[in-house]
């Protein structure tokens, strides 16, 4: 690992154990529903705006979930968004711009079995690449404090915090599989353990799939803070797909890690994903990725508006900027709608980046982003 990405892992971890030993424990109840619910102790109802895409949990929640029977509910997010990209050569000649429009439905299905299990499915239609797939589908047994999920989910690498259009470039470390064993542990609401089993779409050059595992921690010291960290046996597994043919000569294990704050009117967010040796199979300058992302947002709650900011960085990521950041408003519409407009700028480092134009290859030093997405939760 880069020695500036030892320094961030190590006062991540070191800050997060300091927290967890020395923060109060919470006076009643009230901290676990605030959380949930963006309420802070002392306010008497929780807030109106919906901070819907946050993390992968929230982006499944969305919706207004409505019950069509006592053992049936129903939840939806429907999604337009437009983007456009201007390219700056290093020759800083025939700036190079790029538009892609794209639209977006999720539907959430939430069935009780009999009060035994529930089962959850989250199906999603993208128009790029025009793709009907279901993103989850579980079945959840429970137990105070336990819960065993057992189908296709994501593995508990990272949260991805996000305020804007744009997804952060830790991204590539999101993985979904189809045979997932998750078991949760959470024995007070200011405390979580995860660990999952899964069966990977990557395995070992000559053998058939394995399986992998990883493990995820979340604290909640406060009603105004949270920490946590994972790991996974296999980056490979993700759905970025790093290496081309979905096969490896060693596995790369991965490492996540977060710190998060609120209070009424703003949030703040540090994650940090990376992979802990290289990738044989790769380059060089690319074998051993890393990026982290920080976020503050702020909201005006005489506007119904939010207003962000971001900082990025990648490190050995393929196609992906070395630095980035940006701001975005979101317009809460009403509790149904909001609208989102960001600006970025995406500086490239390495000479070797370059985009196709006209069968030539041209070499980019840095990008501006202009994108807008409209959301409806129902």
Same mark, same amino acid.
């Given at each position: 690992m880069p020695q500036h990405a030892r320094?961030?892992?190590?006062?991540?971890?070191?800050?997060?154990?300091?927290?967890l030993v020395s923060a109060p424990a919470a006076a009643d109840e009230t901290v676990g529903e605030a959380l949930e619910t963006g309420q802070t102790t002392g306010e008497a109802e929780p807030t109106e705006k919906q901070r819907i895409y946050r993390t992968r949990e929230e982006q499944r929640e969305a919706g207004l979930q409505t019950a069509i029977t006592p053992w049936f509910t129903l939840s939806g997010l429907l999604e337009g968004e437009t983007q456009t990209d201007r390219y700056v050569p290093r020759n800083r000649e025939d700036v190079i711009e790029k538009r892609d429009d794209n639209r977006n439905i999720q539907i959430g299905l939430v069935i009780d079995l009999f009060g035994l299990a529930e089962a959850e499915v989250v199906a999603e239609y993208d128009s790029d690449p025009d793709k009907f797939s279901s993103e989850e589908a579980f079945v959840t047994f429970e137990s105070d404090p336990m819960e065993l999920s057992l189908g296709k989910q994501f593995t508990p690498l990272g949260l991805y915090f996000d305020h804007f259009v744009t997804g952060p470039m830790l991204e590539f470390g999101e993985t979904s599989a189809r045979n997932v064993i998750l078991l949760a542990y959470g024995p007070s609401d200011q405390f979580d353990l995860t660990l999952a089993a899964y069966r990977g779409r990557s395995s070992k050059v000559g053998k058939d799939d394995a399986w992998d595992w990883a493990v995820g921690f979340e604290a909640w010291p406060t009603d105004a803070f949270s920490f946590g960290l994972s790991y996974q046996s296999d980056l490979s597994d993700s759905d970025e797909r790093l290496l081309d043919d979905d096969h490896y000569i060693e596995r790369v294990p991965a490492v996540s890690g977060y710190l998060f704050g609120m209070t009424d009117a703003? *949030?703040?967010?540090? *994650?940090?994903?990376?992979?802990? *040796?290289?990738f044989r199979e790769l380059e060089n300058d690319l074998n051993r990725p890393i990026a982290w992302n920080a976020e503050v947002a702020y909201f005006f709650p005489n506007y119904d508006v939010e207003l962000a900011l971001r900082i990025e960085n990648s490190h050995e990521l393929e196609d992906e900027p070395e630095h980035r950041y940006g701001v975005a408003i979101t317009w809460y519409l009403d509790k149904r709608a909001n609208l989102t407009l960001e600006i970025l700028r995406a500086q490239f480092d390495a000479e070797s980046y370059a985009i196709d134009l006209d069968d030539d290859e041209v070499s980019i030093q840095h990008a501006n982003t202009v994108s807008a997405k409209l959301s409806i939760v129902f």
């Open positions: 320094r961030l892992f190590a006062w991540l971890i070191g800050l997060c154990l300091i927290l703003f *949030e703040f967010s540090l *994650e940090v994903v990376a992979a802990l *040796e290289d």
